[in-house]
């Protein structure tokens, strides 16, 4: 039976016929699909992205070692809950078996006796590396069924018998899918092209092409003998803390052949994207929690306007002042409950749908666990909404006297609202900081929102008198005593438009400027090939062969092999810790080579570049990272040993070095001359496009001396990073849109009753329905046009502060969106208003009244 | 202590009296200065009685109507209510009170808009925390002839039907005192003769003290007494 009905149930029933509750479930509804969705994504880009900084090395961290990892080291690892699987690598000569298997193992044997890097028809120097059932613990490997065939993640490892090979690897054995190749004393089967695989790095020795073959064949291969040089890795993945767990207790573990590498650190420039990443998101999240949490309190003081009648009566009939508020408080709770609900799951299906649509690639399955955070904070932004925002207006019904039933101006006390205001304020910090994590970031934007908003309302309500004075010589507008007489709600009004043109304009700017900063920090043709050994005798002939291959302006830079001897004449072995690898690196051989002009990648942070006079002067320009962990100042004296030679070189200046700009980069430069009689070779770096990877075997076959090197995949690992980032700011920055429409909409109808009824009265006095859309047009066009120019200058200002404090990226005042803002701000606002209210003037003013 | 002089004085009539009003005094401030609404008022209404209130627009009679229902606070004097002191009980006691006790009835009806004619009539009971609503809610509205109309909104009723539903709601909790402000005052004179009779018929059947404040001499002519308000005092 009807009256059954649970009362709340049935007061929810009844008041959602008002039109307004709709609209506040709606906003919340909305607000709670844009949050959960975008926290569903960014937890699972930051999986990605956390996954791809970790996919360099295959893992969060990595311990290599000549031999096998110790049994009790794996077991720590257990013990912490770490993720773990082993990989064993070693170069090796690859050939192809013939059709009538006549290749035999001895003449590989041969080949490796020669053990040097060598590019032949059938006899190709790999890295193989034979991979545990885990590989990768992050990032992606990836492969594809033919040769140039689109590729697609792997979901195992290579089958036992079965080899996965680079796709540079097919020419040069002149192999297809299927064919054998023989590795070591056993034959595999050619299954697939590797396209993708992890732990790659620049610095390394990864000069070969790879070859991934499963573990279990390892032993067939019989390269596992006493003194072959193959290393060990333990490939590590996990949560932080067990992480940091896990490296005090085995750092004083290592003997000094292991060493543990961390993936973050090696990786400057995606943590850098990262924190600014998360920082954007972190911002674009604020705007939709406040611009949400504006719309729906600017319509829950409309509804809780509308309420005064019916809660006079019923205080009037004995309803005790906590008897209303728990009416509409459960009422509100029930509501905001099924619409939350609804809103997380809806928010879940729009991130499946995107996920599988757009950001397959780069989104990460969210595990078991972390599926309960996007939950978690579409709850709180439920809660902060209701409580920080839908609230406030209602608890002024409580207050309302039930002598409102006889005298209709007796409206409730302006009701303190600065503690609710205070605990609104408190709640979107916690969101905000739950969501980024971020301390100064948090404290930032929360204190701009506020400073912006009180401003803001005070510039504005100024503003409104100002031009509601002047404009009445200036302009011939009746209706401009309107807009003072509702000065009030018309400030509100007008802030919200401004709060939305503000951060559409804010947003649009960071985004822009973001994704261009992003954009310039990967070359879209980054070198994808180094090729190293390049002899001074060739250098000609080489040049000359690759602008046949159309590749042109190439530089070709000088290389020599040189040792630090000693640093002010202190011999540099006793300077250096040996046990600390980093510095131990410096004792090896060091690559150097000379240049008249500063690459432009590097950048001089001390002292002068070489000028002209410079050359054949002992005089040297040494990388920051180096003379860091070297202890090296400028001035100082260096002595290299060249080949025979003995050279003393002053330090006259200090560089950065973009390591990832794919280009080849050297710790020290020397100017021109000094160098020019020793013994050398030339390396160099260009872009190959995919297609045409059969000019690197035309370039083996022609200069067989020279060494190719490889670096399409962490190119394309880095490029799809920045590409996912830029999709994802794009979605974001549409869920934004929405947002904003909906507080659009919610300040439109926020003056829509006074507007109501002036209208009638003006249609009952004899203004024409022409007339009366002017009115109303033009007041919403001046709206906009004061929103919009807000909006414009304090995008720019906001932009300003953002970029100094929180991007760390230049700024300049744009005025495209300065000038553009009030424009947008008249057709939205004057569209949107005559929109919204335009049903006021079609009905008839007999109709209206009832 | 001149209250507790004046209540120890006056304890056996009190007793006997249901509504007494002591030298109420209402004043609202309008700008800097105070303006007088109601001046030194003194009344006794007597239990079962039924009383009319009449004077022109602007005496004054809305406003002793709250303050005899504790709809409002007297600024001097006051209200005691079935031998409760109304200056004693704070907003929410009075609100209780009320809803014991206090039946309404108003110019303009004050159905709530959202509610069926039924739903109105139940409101009161709801708040009384009482069983079985509906059963009591229908009862009343067929007494004053709206049992065709229980689900209808107050929109889809004409005037005189919206204030037999505003009847039927401020007799459906029994009363023991109803306060009518101008019930007639928006309705024609026919459907208006009709509104007095009903009202009359069911305060004679439930035996309810009756406070009926109108310009409408008919409606005043019903009442065992008359008062007479002009400029916010009583006059014979
Ligand atoms: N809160 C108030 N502020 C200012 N004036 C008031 C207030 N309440 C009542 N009045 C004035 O007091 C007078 C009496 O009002 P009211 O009691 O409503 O008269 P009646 O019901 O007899 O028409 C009116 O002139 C009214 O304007
Ligand atoms: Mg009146």
Known sequence: ?850 | MGKDRLNKENRSKIRNMFIRAEHLTKKVAVGSHSLTILQDISLDIEQGESLAVVGVSGSGKSTLLGLLAGLDMPTQGRVVLDKVDLNTLNEDQRAKMRAKNIGFIFQNFQLLSNLTALENVMLPLELHGMKEPDKRAKELLEKVGLIERLQHYPKQLSGGEQQRVAIARAFVIRPRILFADEPTGNLDQKTATNIIHLLFELNQHYHTTLVCVTHDPLLGKRCKRMLHLEGGQLVS
């Open chain 1, 1 to 850: 039976m009807k009256y059954s009905l649970n009362p709340s149930w049935k007061f929810l029933v009844r008041n959602w016929k008002s039109g307004e509750l709709q609209l506040i479930a709606f906003a919340i509804f909305i607000a709670v699909v844009c949050i959960t969705s975008m926290v569903f994504l960014t937890e699972s880009i930051q999986a990605g992205l956390e996954d791809t900084s970790g996919s360099l090395l295959g893992s969060d961290w990595v311990i290599t070692s000549p031999k096998p990892i110790e049994e009790e080291i794996v077991k720590k690892t257990h013990h912490l809950g770490l993720k773990t699987t082993t990989t064993v690598n070693f170069l090796t000569m690859l050939t192809r078996k013939t059709t009538d298997g006549s290749f035999s193992r001895h003449v590989s044997k041969t080949a490796l006796k020669r053990a040097m890097p060598k590019y032949d028809e059938e006899l190709v120097l790999a890295e193989v590396q034979a991979v545990g059932k885990n590989y990768p613990l992050r990032g992606q490997l990836r492969t594809a069924v033919q040769l140039f065939a689109k590729d697609e993640i792997a979901s195992s490892i290579p089958e036992k018998g079965t080899v996965w090979l680079e796709a540079r690897l097919f020419p040069i054995l002149g192999l297809e899918i299927g064919d054998e190749v023989i590795i070591g004393s056993a034959f595999f089967k050619v299954d697939r092209v590797l396209t993708n695989a992890p732990d790659r790095t620049l610095e390394g020795i990864n000069m070969a092409p790879r070859v991934l073959i499963n573990e279990g064949d390892l032993g067939a291969t019989k390269i596992l003998q006493p003194g072959s040089r193959v290393t060990y890795k333990l490939l590590i993945a996990g949560q932080d803390e067990n992480l940091k767990q896990f490296k005090n207790w085995v750092t004083p573990k290592l003997t000094p052949t292991e060493t543990l590498i961390d993936s973050r650190q090696s990786r400057p420039v995606l943590n850098i994207a990262l924190q600014r990443t998360n920082r954007y998101l972190g911002l674009i999240f604020l705007v939709n929690v406040s611009l949400s949490g504006v719309a729906i309190a600017m319509v829950a003081r409309r509804f809780s306007l509308k309420q005064f009648d019916s809660v006079a009566i019923l205080r009037c009939f004995g309803a005790s002042g906590w008897w209303i508020l728990k009416r509409y408080l459960s009422n509100l709770l029930l509501l905001s409950l099924i619409v939350g609900a609804l809103g997380i799951s809806v928010g879940l299906s729009i991130y499946n749908a995107l996920k599988s649509l757009f950001l397959n690639e780069m989104l990460f399955e969210l595990p078991g666990l972390a599926i309960t955070i996007p939950v978690i904070i579409g709850l709180c932004t439920v809660f902060v909404l209701l409580f920080g925002f839908a609230l406030p207006p209602l608890l002024s019904l409580q207050k309302i006297s039930p002598l409102r039933v006889l005298r209709k101006d007796l409206d409730p006390p302006n009701l303190s609202n600065r503690l609710v205001f205070l605990f609104a304020i408190l709640a979107v910090t916690f969101l905000i900081m739950f969501q980024t994590r971020d301390v100064e970031l948090t404290g930032i934007l929360v204190l701009l929102t506020l400073g912006i908003s009180s401003v803001g309302l005070w510039v504005i309500y100024g503003l409104l008198q100002w031009v509601s004075r002047v404009g009445q010589f200036l302009i011939p507008l009746q209706n401009l005593g309107g807009i003072r007489r509702r000065g009030r709600e018309n400030a509100l009004q007008i802030l919200a438009f401004s709060l939305v043109l503000t951060f559409i304009g804010a947003l649009f700017l960071v985004r822009t400027d973001l994704l261009r900063t992003w954009k310039d920090q990967i070359p879209f043709q980054a070198p994808n090939y180094f090729v190293v050994n390049i002899p001074p005798t060739l250098l000609a002939s080489f040049k000359a062969f690759l602008q046949e291959g159309s590749i042109n302006s190439v530089h070709l830079d000088p290389v020599m092999m040189g040792r630090l001897v000693s640093v002010n004449q202190e011999p540099v072995k006793m300077q250096i810790d040996l046990s600390n690898e980093k510095q131990r690196v410096f004792t090896r051989l060091l690559n150097l080579t000379w240049s008249q002009k500063l690459q432009s990648d590097n950048r001089v942070v001390e002292g002068q570049w070489f000028s002209e006079s410079d050359n054949g002067k002992g005089v040297i320009s040494v990388e920051r990272g180096f003379a860091d962990r070297l202890n090296i100042k400028l001035g100082d004296k260096l002595d290299f040993q060249i080949s025979e030679k003995r050279i003393t070189a002053v330090v006259t200046s200090i560089r950065t070095v973009e390591w990832d700009s794919f280009q080849p980069n050297f710790y020290v430069i020397f100017p021109p001359k000094t160098l020019e009689n020793l013994s050398r070779t030339y390396i160099t770096s260009f872009y190959l496009p995919p297609e045409k990877i059969n000019f690197i075997k035309k370039i083996v076959q022609n200069f067989p001396m020279v060494s190719v090197i490889d670096t399409q995949m962490i190119v394309n690992q880095l490029k799809s990073f920045f590409d996912t980032i830029s999709d994802l700011v794009q979605y974001l920055w549409g869920f934004t849109l929405m947002v904003s429409f909906i507080l659009l909409f919610a300040a439109i109808i926020s003056t829509l009753d006074e507007r109501r009824e002036e209208a009638i009265l003006l249609r009952i006095l004899g203004a024409g329905q022409r007339q009366l859309l002017w009115i109303l047009l033009s007041e919403f066009v001046l709206l906009g046009l004061l929103a919009g120019t807000i909006g414009g200058i304090s995008a720019n200002g906001i932009l300003y502060w953002l970029s100094q404090t929180v991007f760390d990226l230049p700024y300049r005042i744009n005025y495209e969106v300065l000038l553009l803002m009030p424009v947008i701000g008249m057709v939205l606002v004057g569209f949107g208003g005559w929109a919204g209210t335009r049903s006021v003037f079609l009905t008839p003013p007999y109709r209206a009244f009832r």
